[in-house]
């Protein structure tokens, strides 16, 4: 049965420009993410545009592609089904990084202007060390996201309401999960294998990882800790504590690798007035809700404030905001986010009905002397149009739909 393919169109029209141009195009991620049918999206748009395309399609998750093993059998590979004209030739391979020293036929390949390049990979080491270098100036990178809050009501078919909301906050933006029922039964069985792919595919293998039961415990550490501010120290001596003894450059080595696979996203913490980077202490949130859900088992009273601010983070990210936690004088803000030169700064809370938190929220924001949006999210019936001193206070529902 041939599965309906829903456009996104963001990130379709970010690519679009950069087809045609002699610059690889990487599309990047974690598993699951949908990056295979933004491919998927864009070979249909080269179809339609360029009349007599040649196509050579290669998805290494497939069996009919285990035998490309090294660079030269890629090289060979694509030699092998290029068309005269180089102009007609497009190139699109899924999950490259299966294939040892890809870079090498990848590079080739540019140099000699055969064709067209667009790949995808789970893994952000695609962009560091030897590739950088060896592709430096050749390559341009889209990092691709779970669902938007948006995008889960057109996918799931969907109207913006409290329910939707639940349902996004529950299981998450992993698009598949629109082929099932939106239920802890079958959504989070799906969920749970894709959590296990990434684990033991894309950080135990990859990166060699001898302490799995470790791994798995550190998970559901960051899992119970979404927002809190820790260090690697920290957490290895709270192990400690638990008769687990373990070093903090493991700990360290052990975050790298989870969020080499997008699984998790690290936030470092920098002063509003100079964003200094301050060295120690961070926080940690994950690429997708549902995932981060069945880690440690799902109690929405217990994790509705980690889910809320969460929630904020990916919105952040997903429009293209470079994220960090705001540092003024002895206050914290929780996201000060940048983009083109634009500031956005947003303080997250469950609840703002009581004074005394209402004040703490407030007092975090109204310190900071500029021009830019400043918004304080919560669960409450709040609205746009509630504006105190330049500070917009908003409700979930509604932030999770603004195009910032």
């Not at 090498?104 to 390949?109: D, E, G, I, P, Y």
């Not at 003024?328 to 500031?343: L, N």
Request: aromatic content about 10%; some cysteine.
């Amino acid at each position: 049965m041939e599965e309906k393919i829903i456009a996104r169109e963001k990130y379709v029209e970010k690519i679009k420009p950069f087809i045609g141009k002699n610059v690889i195009k990487i599309l990047t991620g974690q598993r699951r993410v949908g990056k295979s049918y933004i491919l998927l999206q864009l070979i249909e748009e080269i179809k339609t545009s360029v009349v007599g395309a040649n196509i050579i399609s290669i998805n290494l998750e497939l069996e009919a592609f285990r035998f490309l093993k090294t660079s030269k059998d890629l090289y060979e590979y694509v030699n092998g089904r290029l068309v005269e004209n180089a102009a007609l030739n497009y190139l699109f391979v899924d999950e490259i990084q299966e294939i040892a020293d890809f870079q090498n036929a990848v590079r080739s390949l540019l140099a000699e202007q055969k064709c067209d390049i667009l790949i995808t990979g789970s893994n952000a080491n695609l962009l560091s060390g030897e590739l950088a270098t060896l592709l430096s100036g050749r390559y341009v990178n889209f990092e691709i996201h779970a669902l938007s809050y948006k995008e889960f009501q057109v996918f799931h078919d969907l109207e913006n309401s409290q329910q939707t909301l639940e349902k996004y906050l529950t299981f998450g933006g992993l698009p598949f999960l629109r082929n099932l029922e939106l239920s802890e039964n079958q959504s989070f069985e799906y969920l749970k294998n894709v959590y296990s792919t990434i684990l033991l595919k894309d950080v135990v293998a990859r990166e060699k990882i001898r302490n799995v039961a470790f791994l798995e415990n550190l998970v559901a550490y960051l899992a119970d800790n979404v927002g809190n501010l820790f260090s690697a120290s920290n957490i290895s001596k709270y192990l400690k504590n638990q008769k687990v003894d373990v070093s903090t450059q493991v700990v360290i080595n052990y975050l790298r690798t989870l969020a080499n696979s997008f699984f998790i996203h690290k936030v470092v913490r920098s002063d509003v007035a100079g964003l200094k980077i301050f060295e120690i202490g961070e926080k940690y949130y994950f690429e997708d809700l549902g995932l981060r859900n069945v880690i440690s088992g799902f109690n929405a009273v217990n994790d509705i404030e980690k889910l809320l601010e969460n929630a904020v983070y990916l919105h952040l990210i997903q429009c293209d905001y470079k994220v960090f936690v705001g540092k003024t004088g002895d206050k914290e803000i929780d996201f000060v986010g940048e983009k083109d030169g634009i500031k956005i700064y947003v303080q997250v809370s469950l609840t703002i009905m009581d004074t005394k938190t209402r004040e703490r929220e407030f007092s975090s924001l109204l310190p900071v002397q500029d021009n830019y949006a400043k918004y304080i999210v919560t669960l409450n019936d709040m609205h746009i149009g509630n504006n105190y001193k330049g500070v917009q206070c908003v409700n979930l529902k509604e932030f999770l739909e603004m195009e910032l």
